[in-house]
């Protein structure tokens, strides 16, 4: 596998009994890219993205993750990445500041990183008022950001996303791609599942899962020309009709 790829994956498969959830993809993410892994609810994303995190493994196939083999590594993986769920990982019984002290610790960061840290965090987001709150009594919007800070609150190599912006309003979700065009910009490699398709556009490149396989895979602007197609919706309608 090349060393100038920061994810590859090698006819990547995952079965559950007789059920196949990933079915032979093969990829390859380079370093500082926003990557979109696309696709319906069900076409085998998120169970993708759990082995490429060492957090399930593979049935067959061969993948490394920032150099790191998925089934004998999966430890060094995960001190090498970032990762935020569908529902963000955040602790409403905790405090905001509370919040980010814990996944600080949980990442490995000394007192000293994690207040230097944790001072930026509140000020980069605003949120100085609100530190001291529990965090259920903040707006979606609001956990949505911080659970993305705390995500690469230790400077990860790779951050996963796993549909980060289910369930919020067109400009926060706005809002947060600003933030990953932000972490991109620093280096970190970006690695985002959703199914909203107009969140296409704002990736380097797109992986389009359709039943667990890699049905396509390109840049945006590639993808609607192959496909004749005005934006991303079009182009997954025509690839999940198989036209």
């Not at 009594?137 to 996963?160: E, M, R, T």
């Not at 980060?164 to 932000?182: A, K, L």
Request: hydrophobic share 40%; with cysteine.
């Amino acid at each position: 596998m090349d060393n100038k790829y920061i994810i590859e994956a090698e006819n990547l498969t995952k079965k559950f009994g007789h059920f196949t959830a990933v079915d032979s993809i093969s990829f390859s993410v380079k370093p500082g890219e926003i990557f979109g892994f696309l696709g319906a609810n069900g076409a085998g994303k998120t169970t993708a993205m759990r082995m490429l995190c060492g957090l399930s493994i593979p049935t067959s196939g061969k993948a490394t993750v920032a150099g790191f083999d998925v089934y004998k590594q999966t430890e060094q993986i995960k001190k090498n990445i970032g990762y935020m769920s569908q529902k963000f990982s955040l602790y409403d019984d905790l405090t905001v500041i509370e919040n980010i002290n814990f996944y600080g610790g949980i990442y490995g960061l000394s007192n000293s990183e994690l207040k230097e840290k944790a001072e930026y965090l509140i000020d980069l987001l605003k949120i100085s008022e609100a530190r001291n709150k529990l965090l259920v009594s903040l707006p979606l919007g609001w956990k949505q950001k911080l659970a993305f800070s705390v995500a690469i609150i230790h400077d990860p190599k790779i951050v996963f996303l796993d549909e980060p912006t289910g369930g919020v309003d067109p400009i926060t979700r706005r809002q947060f791609w600003d933030m990953i065009y932000e972490a991109s910009h620093k280096g970190v490699t970006v690695f985002v599942t959703t199914h909203y398709m107009d969140e296409a556009e704002y990736c380097n490149r797109i992986s389009m899962m359709v039943d667990g396989r890699i049905a396509s895979l390109d840049t945006p602007d590639n993808l609607k020309n192959e496909y004749g197609a005005d934006n991303m919706h079009e182009v997954f309608v025509k690839i999940a009709r198989g036209k």
